[in-house]
């Protein structure tokens, strides 16, 4: 599969739109249980430029198939050098490397602008992510029992962590 990973712009926002909300229409990936419109991607977007995180894009061809970015983990000041981030492809390219070509490329992007430790939470049950995650270096480093709910189930969080300057 062809695919370029870039910083994304402001026309990509539809494609980001549409697997945000197949993601929250349709799985636990986020907790959210309302899909949202053009103008809340549009406001995300900016929010994340403002504050100098990356957005990146997996195109191909001229299609955004995923997506991946980081954000504050915590907004405190002593809590700058760490982010939280989120990575997520559209239903019909999963498992074919796209997730993978994103998070290495966002975790190049933290080491550069000088990320101490990257921070993940994923619905426990989501093994495929946990395995991605592990693969490239991410270690366990707890889970919550229940602290959210979607679909009409609790659902546990499991926490990951990768230090960079260790790198």
Request: glycine share 8%; aromatic share 10%.
């Amino acid at each position: 599969m062809d695919i370029t990973i870039r910083d994304a712009v402001e026309a990509d926002l539809p494609g980001i739109l549409d697997i945000y909300n197949d993601a929250v229409a349709n799985t636990t990936a986020i907790w959210n249980e309302a899909v949202v419109d053009l103008d809340n991607r549009k406001a995300w977007f900016t929010a994340r430029r403002e504050r100098g995180f990356p957005i990146l894009v997996a195109v191909r061809g001229k299609q955004v198939i995923g997506y991946a970015s980081y954000g504050d983990w915590r907004a405190f000041d002593g809590f700058r050098h760490t982010v939280e981030h989120s990575v997520y492809v559209r239903g019909d390219v999963r498992r074919t490397g796209s997730g993978r070509r994103l998070m290495k490329a966002l975790i190049e992007r933290a080491s550069f602008n000088g990320i101490h430790v990257m921070v993940g939470c994923i619905e426990a049950e989501n093994a495929a992510s946990i395995k991605l995650h592990e693969q490239l270096g991410f270690q366990m480093v707890g889970r919550f029992s229940e602290v959210g709910i979607k679909f009409g189930r609790w659902l546990d969080l499991t926490c990951m962590e990768l230090k960079l300057s260790k790198r």
